[in-house]
T-cell receptor, first 112, second 113 residues
Framework: QQQVKQSPQSLIVQKGGISIINCAYENTAFDYFPWYQQFPGKGPALLIAIRPDVSEKKEGRFTISFNKSAKQFSLHIMDSQPGDSATYFCAASKQGAQKLVFGQGTRLTINP | EPEVTQTPSHQVTQMGQEVILRCVPISNHLYFYWYRQILGQKVEFLVS????????KSEIFDDQFSVERPDGSNFTLKIRSTKLEDSAMYFC???????????FGSGTRLTVV
């Protein structure tokens, strides 16, 4: 019940294309869903986050889509650039809890 | 931009030895965390620390692990008797509010031989 399942494990997209990474959760008590970007040798960095009272949140080229009934959320990267090549993690937490539950990660490669 | 600083960046230790991983969280943050990431796997929660005490811990965080905030700036993770399976990247993080807007450090790669 504490798991967050992320797919795909790896993704290759051409420059300028749309990258889509999906996550699903089981625990309906989760109420905070961040996405983290991790470059090799670095810690995860918060990219964008959403709460379940909205279905979509956009920040620049990054959009989270949230489907509460399906218990799924996804990250869309528009106009993907080689500099977006990194590992992306979705995560979830519930109110009052102090830990984040991470997905398995997606290694994104943007080909020039 | 404020950073979470971790030292050392890489530590090699012999099985059975004690190691201390050090972190300097962001100064106005109140919540402190340790996570680990075994190579190629997901990031896993170890422990959270608030108001000078452990507030939540995972099943991974057994009696071999301890955390401390020895002064106003440092936050440490101690592993008393390291095992081969403790080899991982250990990340410290801090946040202003509980579970919100974590800032992670760059990590300490621990290798147990």
């Amino acid at each position: 019940q504490q798991q967050v399942k992320q797919s795909p494990q790896s993704l290759i997209v051409q420059k300028g294309g749309i990258s889509i990474i999906n996550c699903a959760y089981e625990n309906t008590a989760f109420d905070y869903f961040p996405w983290y970007q991790q470059f090799p040798g670095k810690g995860p960095a918060l990219l964008i986050a959403i709460r379940p009272d909205v279905s979509e949140k956009k920040e620049g080229r990054f959009t989270i889509s949230f489907n509460k009934s399906a218990k799924q959320f996804s990250l869309h990267i528009m106009d993907s650039q080689p500099g977006d090549s990194a590992t992306y993690f979705c995560a979830a937490s519930k109110q009052g809890a102090q830990k984040l539950v991470f997905g398995q990660g997606t290694r994104l490669t943007i080909n020039p | 931009e404020p950073e979470v600083t971790q030292t050392p960046s890489h530590q090699v230790t012999q099985m059975g030895q004690e190691v201390i991983l050090r972190c300097v969280p962001i100064s106005n943050h109140l919540y402190f965390y340790w996570y680990r990431q075994i190579l190629g796997q997901k990031v896993e929660f170890l422990v959270s620390f608030y108001n000078n005490e452990i507030s939540e811990k995972s099943e991974i965080f057994d009696d071999q692990f301890s955390v401390e905030r020895p002064d106003g700036s440092n936050f440490t993770l101690k592993i008393r008797s390291t095992k081969l399976e403790d080899s991982a990247m250990y990340f410290c993080a801090s946040s202003v509010r509980v579970s919100y807007g974590y800032t992670f450090g760059s990590g300490t790669r621990l290798t147990v031989v």
